[in-house]
């Protein structure tokens, strides 16, 4: 590998690392900070699906409430 060659691989590594990082902070909580980068970064999957399914979930509970509240549910 060249000098250029290993410059530019050593950016690209520091800009993937910039941006796992990144995705890292964003679904997780500082607590849980503990491991190395790939390994936070290998739990973001099933952090982001607990996210969404608890988002969903309350964005059902807010529609049937206000269903229920205007009188448009089951009579």
Do not use: H, W
């Not at 790939?38 to 964005?59: H, M």
């Amino acid at each position: 590998m060249t000098a250029d060659g290993a410059e530019e691989y050593q950016k690209e590594l520091r800009e993937l690392q910039v941006a796992a990082q990144t995705v890292v902070e964003s679904i997780g909580s500082s607590e849980e900070s503990e491991g190395s980068l790939a390994d936070r970064l290998r739990v973001v999957p099933q952090k982001f699906a607990e996210y969404l399914a608890g988002t969903s979930r309350n964005c059902v509970a807010q529609a049937l409430g206000l269903v229920n509240r205007t009188g448009l549910g089951p009579r």
